[in-house]
């Protein structure tokens, strides 16, 4: 007889799918999101780097465009990176998004202690970032556009250096909810 002909084992009845929704989706486990947020972290610490080259007064021009764009490729990895981050830290849907895009819903319970606290830090921290990328987005944009053979501003003349100095005001902003935001642990 044929061994490719004989019967084989009958298959087994199929898994039941979990009811949890941690447990659809694998990918969100502790290890994956400290993996984002290092990446992110890593890409925040190169953007900060070549956004403080920018500001000293070089006199290279070659300098400044390999400041600049490697500001922009760290700053659209850290989006990249910060955005499935943001939904693996969230919980699974057990933080609301309303919460997150009005935190100040939130300020009336924070009589309840620190836990609270900690989350409208993160709250400030990720609007803060989001308000960091949209403005270098638009600062940005001009020459995206140049660079794609379709030149235009978004703003009136003026206007990106108005942006530039909010981009650079909320930055300080964004490093203090990091450093308030980040747990605390003794090294003893």
């Known amino acids: 007889m044929n061994p490719s002909l004989a019967p084989s084992k009958p298959l087994a009845p199929p898994k039941p799918l979990p009811e949890k929704g941690a447990e659809l989706l694998p990918w969100r486990t502790k290890a994956a999101s400290r993996h984002l947020l290092m990446s992110t972290v890593y890409s925040?610490?190169?953007t900060t780097a070549t956004g403080v080259i920018l500001l000293l007064?070089?006199?290279n021009g070659h300098l400044t465009l390999?400041?600049?764009v490697t500001h922009l490729t760290s700053g659209a990895l850290a989006f990249l990176f910060f955005t499935p981050f943001l939904f693996t830290h969230l919980?699974?849907?057990?933080?609301?998004l309303w919460n997150l895009l009005m935190p100040w819903r939130l300020l009336h319970r924070i009589y309840r202690g620190e836990?609270?606290?900690h989350r409208l830090l993160g709250y400030g921290l990720t609007c803060s970032l989001l308000l960091v990328f949209a403005s270098g987005l638009v600062i940005a944009a001009p020459s995206i556009?140049?660079?794609l053979g379709k030149?235009?501003?978004l703003l009136p003349y003026g206007g990106h250096a108005i942006l530039l100095k909010i981009h650079r005001g909320v930055f300080v902003l964004l490093f203090l909810f990091l450093i308030l935001h980040f747990p605390k642990r003794s090294l003893s």
């Open 57 to 59: 007064p070089l006199k």
């Open 115 to 117: 836990t609270l606290y």
């Open 151 to 153: 030149p235009m501003t």
């Open 145 to 147: 556009a140049y660079l």
């Open 44 to 46: 925040l610490g190169i």
């Open 66 to 68: 390999i400041a600049l």
């Open 91 to 96: 919980k699974d849907g057990r933080e609301s």
